[in-house]
């Protein structure tokens, strides 16, 4: 059960969460807390600490102070700490996916399973960080023209400082520790600032680092209002890094953040083109599981299919035949489609839905919502002048738009402002080749929706959708610098054989 057991002091006797600063579960000076509202029954489930500006600064002084012994921990030790919290989140997996169920109204397999792949992510990150952190590299003089081998420079990586982790709440779990595994195991300090809803999720997994027995200070989470402490977070002088997974929020960051290094994956509005010689019931599956997984809210999702004409008609009933296999319900119940996460994503989703419906697009389902829960819909011969052939809808709604070539295609790929993935369906592999280069997107699966993982993978996007890559050896190598120590030799030396 979430907040018992080995999680009982992460809340207080009026059942509001507390934040974790300095390796304590604090309650905050602010006296006021901010209200978690379950999307399934739509009433507060939980509460979490507003946390203050001042707050915030002492979070950062014992960041940087408890980094600087970290960084002088050995490899080895870092690597054992990070295997611990691993073991102890796959042994806490049902309270944490309880408290995803309930927040952000995940299925809960789904739930239990993002627990295990961030244990797994966890551990993995251990041993990628002992591999590639444990090595350097010896460069000499003589390999420029005009220098004798008189100079060796000794290069290695060393940590950023202190990293600030904005997940969002869709992986709220697995989000943060794709950032925290690799700071920690960097040598940096991480501070957390987990999304409202998710909050309660975050912090259970913090209590897992904390029962693994981090140094104080390295780790902190702080909980509170964005428009309170948000820009006081990420304009912090504290901050050396800034590692964020979101929508919109990220540009604005981006803009004010200053010259530390950014890791930025802000959304996508990802492309799946369906070729005449596509295997149509592969592309129908994929589509069904790309688009409506988790209703839609993910960053991978397939958010417009692309398919040509010929085959359209085709490929739409295989669709519908496989959506209406899908369940409709409560995450408790294990549904395939749950409820979105706020009243206010239902409402964007509902204007997309119904400015498609104004502009003639074909209903293959009846529209339906109750609440926040929205009935799984396909909509047909989608024009370009409609908001949802560009627009992200973060929900379990996607657009079929037919075109007459892979071109055409393509340009409506480009054409957006977004590049996170896309993906093609075609038996032909060298066309496959041709238009995965042509498409303007981090990454392009081919027979396969789009997906983020194995967590090894690097992740990026292009345009709008981010800055930097992630993928856990790239986030490593994100968050070090390169020093350099140069041996001047008091005249040439060469090796001999």
Same mark, same amino acid.
């Given at each position: 059960?979430?907040?018992?057991?080995?999680?009982?002091?992460?809340?207080?006797?009026?059942?509001?969460?507390?934040?974790?600063?300095?390796?304590?579960?604090?309650?905050?000076?602010?006296?006021?807390?901010?209200?978690?509202?379950?999307?399934?029954?739509?009433?507060?489930?939980?509460?979490?600490?507003?946390?203050?500006?001042?707050?915030?600064?002492?979070?950062?002084?014992?960041?940087?102070?408890?980094?600087?012994?970290?960084?002088?921990?050995?490899?080895?030790?870092?690597?054992?700490?990070?295997?611990?919290?691993?073991?102890?989140?796959?042994?806490?997996?049902?309270?944490?996916?309880?408290?995803?169920?309930?927040?952000?109204?995940?299925?809960?397999?789904?739930?239990?399973?993002?627990?295990?792949?961030?244990?797994?992510?966890?551990?993995?990150?251990?041993?990628?960080?002992?591999?590639?952190?444990?090595?350097?590299?010896?460069?000499?003089?003589?390999?420029?023209?005009?220098?004798?081998?008189?100079?060796?420079?000794?290069?290695?990586?060393?940590?950023?400082?202190?990293?600030?982790?904005?997940?969002?709440?869709?992986?709220?779990?697995?989000?943060?520790?794709?950032?925290?595994?690799?700071?920690?195991?960097?040598?940096?300090?991480?501070?957390?600032?987990?999304?409202?809803?998710?909050?309660?999720?975050?912090?259970?997994?913090?209590?897992?680092?904390?029962?693994?027995?981090?140094?104080?200070?390295?780790?902190?989470?702080?909980?509170?209002?964005?428009?309170?402490?948000?820009?006081?977070?990420?304009?912090?002088?504290?901050?050396?890094?800034?590692?964020?997974?979101?929508?919109?929020?990220?540009?604005?960051?981006?803009?004010?953040?200053?010259?530390?290094?950014?890791?930025?994956?802000?959304?996508?509005?990802?492309?799946?083109?369906?070729?005449?010689?596509?295997?149509?019931?592969?592309?129908?599956?994929?589509?069904?599981?790309?688009?409506?997984?988790?209703?839609?809210?993910?960053?991978?999702?397939?958010?417009?299919?692309? /398919?040509? +004409? !010929?085959? *359209?008609?085709? @490929?739409?009933?295989? %669709?519908?035949?496989?959506?209406? #296999?899908?369940?409709?319900?409560?995450?408790?119940?294990?549904?395939?489609?749950?409820?979105? /996460?706020? +009243? !206010?994503? *239902?409402?964007? @989703?509902?204007?997309? %839905?119904?400015?498609?419906?104004? #502009?003639?697009?074909?209903?293959?389902?009846?529209?339906?919502?109750?609440?926040?829960?929205?009935?799984?819909?396909?909509?047909?011969?989608?024009?370009?002048?409609?908001?949802?052939?560009?627009?992200?809808?973060?929900?379990?709604?996607?657009?079929?738009?037919?075109?007459?070539?892979?071109?055409?295609?393509?340009?409506?790929?480009?054409?957006?402002?977004?590049?996170?993935?896309?993906?093609?369906?075609?038996?032909?592999?060298?066309?496959?080749?041709?238009?995965?280069?042509?498409?303007?997107?981090?990454?392009?699966?081919?027979?396969?929706?789009?997906?983020?993982?194995?967590?090894?993978?690097?992740?990026?996007?292009?345009?709008?959708?981010?800055?930097?890559?992630?993928?856990?050896?790239?986030?490593?190598?994100?968050?070090?610098?390169?020093?350099?120590?140069?041996?001047?030799?008091?005249?040439?030396?060469?090796?001999?054989?």
């Amino acid at each position: 059960m979430a907040g018992t057991g080995v999680f009982t002091e992460i809340v207080d006797g009026d059942q509001v969460y507390k934040y974790y600063a300095d390796g304590e579960w604090k309650k905050s000076a602010s006296g006021k807390s901010v209200s978690i509202v379950n999307p399934t029954t739509r009433k507060p489930q939980y509460k979490v600490q507003a946390c203050t500006q001042e707050e915030v600064n002492k979070v950062m002084e014992a960041a940087k102070a408890a980094q600087k012994l970290w960084a002088r921990t050995p490899l080895w030790k870092r690597a054992e700490h990070l295997h611990k919290a691993a073991a102890i989140l796959k042994e806490h997996k049902a309270s944490i996916a309880e408290c995803l169920v309930k927040e952000i109204a995940k299925p809960a397999k789904d739930a239990v399973t993002e627990v295990v792949r961030s244990g797994d992510l966890v551990s993995y990150t251990a041993e990628e960080g002992v591999r590639i952190l444990g090595e350097g590299k010896l460069l000499v003089s003589d390999s420029f023209p005009g220098n004798e081998r008189s100079k060796y420079c000794l290069s290695s990586k060393v940590p950023l400082g202190v990293v600030l982790a904005i997940p969002p709440f869709n992986y709220p779990v697995n989000l943060a520790v794709s950032k925290i595994a690799p700071a920690l195991i960097a040598g940096n300090s991480l501070v957390l600032k987990p999304p409202t809803q998710g909050a309660v999720a975050a912090l259970h997994m913090i209590q897992c680092f904390h029962l693994a027995g981090f140094p104080k200070g390295l780790i902190s989470c702080v909980t509170g209002k964005g428009s309170e402490i948000g820009d006081f977070l990420t304009m912090h002088p504290g901050v050396n890094c800034i590692s964020f997974t979101g929508g919109d929020t990220g540009i604005a960051i981006s803009k004010k953040a200053g010259m530390i290094p950014l890791q930025m994956e802000l959304g996508g509005k990802d492309a799946c083109i369906v070729l005449e010689d596509a295997d149509l019931d592969l592309v129908a599956s994929n589509i069904v599981k790309g688009g409506y997984s988790y209703s839609g809210q993910r960053c991978t999702a397939v958010k417009v299919v692309l /398919v040509m +004409e !010929s085959v *359209a008609d085709a @490929i739409v009933e295989k %669709v519908k035949a496989t959506m209406a #296999k899908l369940s409709v319900g409560s995450p408790e119940d294990d549904c395939d489609i749950t409820p979105v /996460v706020s +009243e !206010s994503s *239902a409402n964007f @989703i509902e204007g997309l %839905v119904m400015d498609a419906k104004e #502009k003639g697009a074909t209903f293959c389902q009846e529209y339906r919502r109750e609440g926040n829960l929205i009935w799984p819909l396909l909509l047909d011969h989608v024009r370009p002048d409609m908001r949802i052939a560009w627009e992200e809808p973060f929900g379990p709604v996607l657009p079929v738009i037919r075109i007459s070539s892979v071109e055409e295609g393509i340009h409506h790929c480009n054409a957006s402002n977004f590049g996170l993935q896309g993906c093609v369906f075609t038996r032909d592999i060298n066309k496959a080749i041709l238009i995965s280069d042509a498409m303007e997107t981090g990454t392009v699966q081919i027979n396969s929706a789009p997906a983020r993982g194995p967590d090894h993978f690097p992740f990026q996007g292009l345009k709008d959708s981010g800055i930097g890559s992630q993928g856990i050896t790239n986030s490593i190598n994100m968050m070090t610098k390169i020093k350099s120590t140069v041996i001047n030799l008091p005249s040439p030396s060469y090796t001999m054989g």
